[in-house]
């Protein structure tokens, strides 16, 4: 499926191509008013050159991590997340095409159903995930106590869910809807590494 969706983003570049202009919008402000660009080719295909590393990214992480066996117990989330990741890359590809063809819209806004589903995807995942190296909130802490692993990562799959329920509230603000984003996974990701610390100092009472 993964590889499916890179080779539907190389297919839609490659139509759209004589259709783009020069000079590509490639980045919005948190207003949703364009602040970056593109030569015609890479803003045609970047989106789908970083797909496919990553593809291959992913393909390698499990077959490398000291602790790939645990990977393997939460396979089907780790293959979920993936997938629910290069959808949400296709849709950012099409945005971007979709605007640089003429039409105009909020890109914000358009995005941040999107970033909650991802963001809610993150929280399952995290939420089983067994402890290794690549994966997951890999604090000193947390790699030192298969307990406090746990613990961590069963808080951090309830933040990131509240996250993504958060930053989809945001399309009801539109002009505070990126700080919805911002702050509640900056939050999630603050709180995380900070609880992994005090539990481990918890579980060995460190003064």
């Known amino acids: 499926m993964v590889l499916g969706i890179v080779v539907v983003s190389f297919c839609i570049g490659l139509y759209l191509y004589p259709q783009l202009p020069a000079r590509m919008a490639s980045h919005w402000n948190a207003q949703g008013e364009v602040d970056g660009y593109m030569p015609k080719f890479w803003g045609t295909f970047l989106m789908p050159i970083i797909a496919l590393v990553l593809w291959i990214v992913f393909l390698v992480i499990p077959r490398i991590d000291p602790k790939r066996e645990n990977i393997e117990k939460f396979r089907k989330y780790f293959d979920g997340f993936i997938a629910a990741l290069f959808m949400f890359l ?29 963001f809610y995807m993150v929280g399952i995942l995290v939420s089983h995930a067994e402890m290794n190296w690549t994966i997951g909130i890999r604090t000193p802490w947390t790699l030192s106590s298969e307990t406090v692993w746990k613990k961590t990562h069963v808080l951090t799959g309830k933040l990131f869910r509240a996250s993504g329920i958060i930053t989809l509230t945001g399309v009801l603000f539109p002009d505070f809807a990126i700080w919805f984003l911002l702050i509640s996974v900056l939050a999630s990701a603050v709180v995380s590494a900070v609880y992994s610390y005090l539990a481990y100092r918890k579980e060995h009472q460190v003064v």
């Open 90 to 118: 296709l849709y950012l590809y099409v945005l971007t095409l979709y605007w640089n063809t003429g039409y105009r819209f909020n890109m914000v806004i358009f995005l941040m159903p999107a970033f909650a589903v991802l």
